[in-house]
């Protein structure tokens, strides 16, 4: 079978890899192509564009990079054409996903969505190109079930695949003197950064991240670097404020972390299974927000207190980042009985989560569907 498969950040590039990696072992005549990242490309597909061109983030930056978007997906639509896969597999990514999948049926071509966007929270109205375009939607979290039920739409979950992710890398990890070593980290107590994988989202959340370092001089901070960004971006905010930068490493830095800021995201779940506790943030134009605010209609914004239905986490939104960060660091680092509390909340999320397996179960699923 052919397999074209679409990604446009750095978790769907992940997650997809995962997939290819699992259809491989499904199907032995599988052949990939994508529009992705370098995972994806590691785990054998052709990449056509990388997503590095499209990582924008918000209404407004999206529209100011609207031509170049246009013109991806033109040539997107070509090159999926010229390949003629047996199936597409969208990857999250709605703003671009949807209308490929609206071209692909129209050509023929079979479509299958793995992961969800999550029209839920804010875009209910699209869930119309879902039902009459995907011909199976995969989704990774509970509650989406539901949301597509009311919709007609028989989704499947058949769990999270981050923790697939989490069970690969906890079964090869090193020990922390490895990693500190490696780094050429010291030996205070760290605390990580995970300041988004888009340009848009760094520059403006890791300031307000940095902002708290000299209020903690007990402890060392480092940033996980995102794969597209090069040091040199990462720079420009860190110059004489003694913040590490490490790349590829986003586990292993949250392993050994005490405690982290992260933006809101995948990254948020990744950190809670991996047992640290964290302070979810986030921050964008102020045009966007505006607008946002009238189109985002959920409870929480975090996927660890989305799943648990629960503000186990704090949620720090757009104004007084800095200051509300530095309060919320405090409970994180010296309060035991809201850490443990914390972490025990944690230990449910992953119970709700399930077994790792998640990408061969969905792979086995899908290569049914198509044969």
């Given at each position: 079978m052919k397999y074209y498969l679409i990604a446009g950040e750095a978790s769907g590039d992940m997650h997809a890899a995962n997939l290819i990696s699992a259809l491989k072992n499904t199907d032995p005549r599988a052949e990939f192509r994508c529009f992705?990242?370098?995972?994806?490309?590691?785990?054998?597909?052709?990449?056509f564009i990388h997503y590095r061109n499209m990582a924008l983030m918000g209404g407004v930056e999206v529209l100011r990079k609207y031509p170049t978007i246009l013109k991806n997906r033109n040539l997107c639509r070509q090159d999926i054409v010229d390949y003629q896969p047996d199936v597409l597999i969208l990857v999250d990514y709605s703003g671009f996903n949807l209308p490929m999948a609206k071209f692909a049926a129209?050509?023929?071509?079979?479509?299958?969505?793995y992961i969800s966007p999550k029209l839920w929270a804010w875009a209910k109205w699209r869930v119309k190109t879902v039902h009459e375009h995907v011909e199976k939607m995969f989704?990774?979290?509970?509650?989406?079930?539901?949301?597509?039920?009311q919709h007609q739409i028989a989704a499947e979950y058949y769990g999270n695949p981050v923790v697939d992710s989490i069970a690969a890398f906890e079964a090869g990890f090193n020990k922390a003197e490895d990693f500190r070593k490696n780094n050429g980290l010291i030996e205070k107590p760290i605390v990580a950064l995970l300041s988004g994988s888009r340009k848009q989202e760094i520059a403006h959340l890791l300031p307000e991240m940095l902002a708290?370092?000299?209020?903690?001089?007990?402890?060392?901070?480092?940033?996980a670097g995102a794969p597209s960004i090069l040091p040199e971006f990462y720079e420009e905010f860190l110059a004489q404020?003694?913040?590490?930068?490490?790349?590829?490493?986003?586990?292993?830095l949250l392993k050994n972390a005490a405690a982290a800021i992260v933006t809101s995201g995948t990254a948020t779940l990744e950190t809670a299974l991996l047992n640290v506790p964290e302070v979810v943030v986030y921050k964008t134009s102020g045009l966007t927000f505006f607008?946002?605010?009238?189109?985002?209609k959920i409870k929480f914004f975090s996927l660890v207190n989305l799943i648990l239905d629960n503000a186990v986490v704090k949620e720090l939104l757009q104004k007084n980042l800095a200051r509300d960060i530095r309060n919320e660091l405090e409970l994180l680092l010296f309060d035991e009985a809201y850490r443990g509390a914390m972490l025990a909340q944690f230990g449910i999320l992953r119970s709700t989560l399930g077994e790792p397996g998640v990408a061969a179960r969905v792979a086995k699923r899908i290569y049914g569907i198509i044969t």
């Open positions: 992705g990242g370098d995972k994806m490309q590691e785990a054998g597909a052709v990449l129209g050509q023929g071509i079979r479509v299958i969505y989704v990774i979290l509970p509650f989406e079930i539901a949301f597509y039920r708290v370092v000299d209020h903690f001089p007990g402890y060392q901070f480092v940033v404020t003694g913040v590490t930068v490490v790349y590829d490493q986003t586990y292993a607008v946002g605010n009238f189109l985002v």
